[in-house]
Nanobody, 123 residues
Framework: QVQLVESGGGLVQAGGSLKLSCASS????????MGWSRQAPRKDREVVAA????????NYADSVKGRFTISRDNAKNTVYLQINGLKPEDTAVYYC????????????????WGRGTQVTVSS
């Protein structure tokens, strides 16, 4: 059974930083693209960062470029999201997502989702 377990969310002030982690189990982690998707109240779900499994290529949503950094540690079956310069509009539930095809991360075709971790940014 595949599990993705997020951690590291919390309440922070604007301008602060957080590092989210997603530990996976039951997944051939090194052969899966990994990503982070977020869902804010009254907003569409958005994939904010993704990292490929074959070449480590990364993609970011325009709204987070320069502030978010995704990385992975295949030895630990863990993917991370370093978030700097937090803004109130970053407030959302952040979900770890996994799929063989990087392009399908966070979509209806995405294979696996975590339960999410709440990030709240106060102004």
């Amino acid at each position: 059974q595949v599990q993705l377990v997020e951690s590291g969310g919390g309440l922070v002030q604007a301008g602060g930083s957080l590092k989210l982690s997603c530990a996976s189990s039951g997944l051939p982690f090194s052969t899966y693209a990994m990503g982070w998707s977020r869902q804010a109240p009254r907003k569409d779900r958005e994939v904010v960062a993704a990292i490929n499994w074959s070449d480590g290529r990364t993609n970011y949503a325009d709204s987070v470029k320069g502030r978010f950094t995704i990385s992975r540690d295949n030895a630990k079956n863990t993917v991370y999201l370093q978030i700097n310069g937090l803004k109130p509009e970053d407030t959302a539930v952040y979900y770890c997502v996994a799929n063989r095809d990087m392009g399908a991360l966070g979509s209806s075709r995405c294979d696996y989702w975590g339960r999410g971790t709440q990030v709240t940014v106060s102004s």
